[in-house]
């Protein structure tokens, strides 16, 4: 049995490394379900929907999804939000996204954060 239900793994990808497997195969190997979220760029020359190919191919058991956003690479909280919504996270009335945050740092340790 695996120690955690779902892991998400953020990131740009431009390109996928073998820095970013061992990140995958290292939430792989502990959830049942790994969601891998491409971050796409105007900017950027190499399409998002073709490194998430290549995710794909790499790893055929994750789910892969592109999105393009306007965030700032460094907000946090904006990262966050999106997120919860990319997954269609639904929390029961009142639970405040800071408190979750908080929650999941302190279950998880200080390292615990959003790569992006």
């Known amino acids: 049995m695996k120690r955690f239900k779902t892991a998400v793994v953020i990131g740009k990808f431009y390109p996928p490394h073998r820095d970013h497997k061992h990140l995958i195969d290292t939430a792989s190997a502990q ?21 998430a190919a290549w995710l794909r191919e790499i790893h055929p058991d994750a789910t892969v999804r592109v999105v393009r956003s306007p965030l700032a690479h460094d907000d946090s909280a904006g990262w966050a939000r999106s997120t919860i919504k990319w997954l269609g996270i ?10 979750l945050w908080r929650g999941l740092r302190a279950a998880h340790g200080p390292r615990m954060s959003l790569w992006i």
């Open 90 to 99: 639904r929390f029961r009335c009142g639970l405040h996204l800071g408190a």
């Open 31 to 51: 959830t049942q379900d790994v969601t891998i979220i491409v971050c796409d760029e105007a900017a950027q020359t190499i399409p998002g929907e073709l490194r």
